[in-house]
């Protein structure tokens, strides 16, 4: 198994930032990429960002992209999601997963290890 653990959420303003991270511990070789999705209330899960476990690769979602950066220390086992640019809308618990497939997957169907979630709130 994969043991993830995300901390850094928070309330901060409308063109703030913030930076989650997602410690990463078990079975990690068998991890092939890390994504990070969002739900807001009553909403669907959304796709935020991966990266490949090596980080050699990341994707974005569109409403995120020139906003967020997604990045892994090697040596700590750890993923970084920096937040910039804010807004309202980005409000939502933070999840990070971990994937097996052999590329990085946008659906959260196929993740297989999931942390608790991190409250993100962005105040207008």
């Known amino acids: 198994q994969v043991q993830l653990v995300e901390s850094g959420g928070g309330l901060v303003q409308a063109g703030g930032s913030l930076r989650l991270s997602c410690a990463a511990s078990?079975?990690?070789?068998?991890?092939?990429?890390v994504g990070w999705f969002r739900q807001a209330p009553e909403k669907e899960r959304d796709f935020v960002a991966a990266i490949s476990w090596s980080g050699d690769d990341s994707y974005y979602g569109e409403s995120v992209k020139g906003r967020f950066t997604i990045s892994k220390d090697n040596a700590k086992d750890t993923v970084y999601l920096q937040m910039n640019s804010l807004k309202p809308e980005d409000t939502a618990v933070y999840y990070c997963a971990s994937g097996s497939y052999g590329n990085i997957r946008l659906a959260a169907y196929e993740y297989d290890y999931w942390g608790q979630g991190t409250q993100v709130t962005v105040s207008s």
């Open positions: 078990g079975r990690t070789d068998s991890v092939y990429s």
